[in-house]
């Protein structure tokens, strides 16, 4: 009996320890994910004039990270933060996507979001957000400014090595909260 409360004990300890550690894991991958997104607008910012210009007036912003994978499919993963610029409310998420690719290789690039609205900021975050389902999306180069428009006024930017380009290949990325660090 003595040896059974010994082992219960310490498997409560240990749980409560690893539920400490996974929170500290939480509050650091958070502090991460802010830091890369302070660092991609920073970037933005410095490449186009008129994406600070639209972000200065917008209700709130996203930005994740994320690394595709490509040789004849196409896959990737990665996390991000977005933002709500009146009450600085942050919802830390995730992306995948999929598709066909000719050619292959490995890619890190940045994504970000910039909402004219606090309802496209909201419904972007609540209700997820799957890039092949918005058909009415239109690309191109808006009045000198680079970025993907959506149906709702949404401005999407694409960050490379090569610098700040039009999100082409958006279509079959998902865009979810993160339940483990929200």
Same mark, same amino acid.
């Given at each position: 009996?003595? &040896?059974?409360? !010994? ?8 749980? +409560? ?9 939480? /509050?650091?991958? $958070? ?5 890369? /997104?302070?660092?991609?607008? #920073? $970037?933005?910012? $410095? ?18 990270? #994320? ?15 977005? !933002? ?5 409310? $942050?919802?830390?998420?995730?992306? +995948? ?5 000719? @050619?292959? @290789? *490995?890619?890190?690039?940045?994504? *970000?979001? *910039? ?11 609540? &209700? ?15 009045? @000198? ?33 993160? /339940?483990?660090?929200?």
């Amino acid at each position: 009996a003595g &040896d059974a409360v !010994v082992d219960t004990a310490t498997e409560v300890g240990n749980t +409560a320890s690893d539920m400490v550690n996974d929170e500290a894991s939480h /509050a650091e991958q $958070r502090q991460e994910i802010n830091n890369n /997104a302070k660092k991609a607008l #920073s $970037r933005l910012f $410095r490449e186009s004039k008129e994406a600070k210009e639209f972000y200065d007036n917008a209700a709130g912003y996203a930005v994740f990270d #994320s690394r595709e994978f490509a040789f004849l499919i196409k896959t990737g993963f990665g996390s991000g933060v977005a !933002v709500n610029k009146k009450n600085s409310a $942050r919802t830390y998420m995730k992306l +995948a996507s999929a598709g066909a690719n000719i @050619g292959g @290789g *490995i890619q890190y690039l940045q994504v *970000i979001f *910039i909402f004219p609205t606090e309802l496209a900021l909201h419904n972007f975050i609540y &209700d997820g957000w799957s890039a092949d389902a918005d058909a009415s999306a239109v690309g191109g180069d808006d009045s @000198g400014q680079v970025g993907l428009t959506l149906a709702d006024g949404t401005k999407i930017y694409q960050l490379v090595d090569t610098g700040v380009m039009l999100k082409a290949s958006i279509g079959g990325t998902k865009y979810w909260k993160d /339940a483990d660090l929200n």
